[in-house]
């Protein structure tokens, strides 16, 4: 509790006073002097990404990329200028370490966040910088403006965006967008995995077609919802 105090700079009584409320409310669990987020979160989570049919949808599609590739497989959105993982899948040769559900990453140095940011708009792209800035989280991140904008040139040139170790070291993914019928877009889904496996042939052949065809098919489908 004093920790709490400290960070958000409040008294240990104002902070007991928030945490019996959440308590009462089943948001956070005291086991012995230890709070704990409660389960109650579950529901709010299940909530939100079930408040819109495309969801479920994401999820069979996610589902399908792990099992085709045999890689890990995720749908992400935007929000606030971040990427938030609505749906993770692991295929048989998946990597655990990768995007999980719920996580939220920067657009920029991941292959569904440049995806996005590809296919946003100019003044949303300069918004989100602004933001959240370009934080190198590896040595091959982008962190220049100027190439960022030249990478997503290059992206909309080939319709998919690709991540070389630019979040995790020794993974590379690849991302394609997802649009609404008015051509916004709305999402990405992508497929990661080490990089001897993830090989330039088969990201630009059998990777790239496979995700291509699951946003075709991702967009027909949320027509008829």
Do not use: C
Not at 78 to 89: A, D
Not at 197 to 207: L, Q, Y
């Amino acid at each position: 509790m004093q920790q709490l105090a400290d960070v958000f700079d409040l008294s240990t009584s104002t902070v007991h006073r928030h945490l019996s409320t959440l308590r009462s409310h089943g948001y956070v669990v005291q086991e012995g002097r230890t709070y704990h987020v409660g389960l109650r979160f579950v529901e709010m989570a299940e909530h939100a990404m079930n408040r819109k049919p495309s969801y479920e949808i994401a999820e069979e599609i996610t589902d399908t990329l792990a099992r085709q590739t045999g890689d890990r497989s995720a749908y992400v959105a935007e929000e606030n200028g971040l990427g938030v993982v609505l749906s993770s899948e692991t295929g048989e040769h998946g990597i655990l370490a990768d995007l999980t559900m719920g996580q939220r990453v920067h657009l920029h140095s991941s292959a569904v966040g440049k995806a996005i940011l590809a296919y946003s708009s100019h003044s949303d792209v300069v918004e989100i910088l602004r933001m959240h800035g370009l934080p190198k989280i590896t040595e091959s991140t982008i962190t220049d403006r100027s190439a960022l904008m030249e990478e997503l040139d290059l992206i909309r040139e080939r319709g998919y965006s690709i991540n070389r170790s630019e979040r995790i070291q020794g993974l590379h993914a690849v991302g394609v967008p997802v649009k609404s019928e008015d051509g916004t877009v709305i999402g990405a889904f992508s497929v990661s995995g080490p990089t001897r496996r993830m090989t330039d042939e088969r990201i630009s052949g059998e990777i790239a077609t496979i995700l291509l065809n699951a946003a075709e098919e991702y967009e027909l489908r949320l027509r008829h919802v």
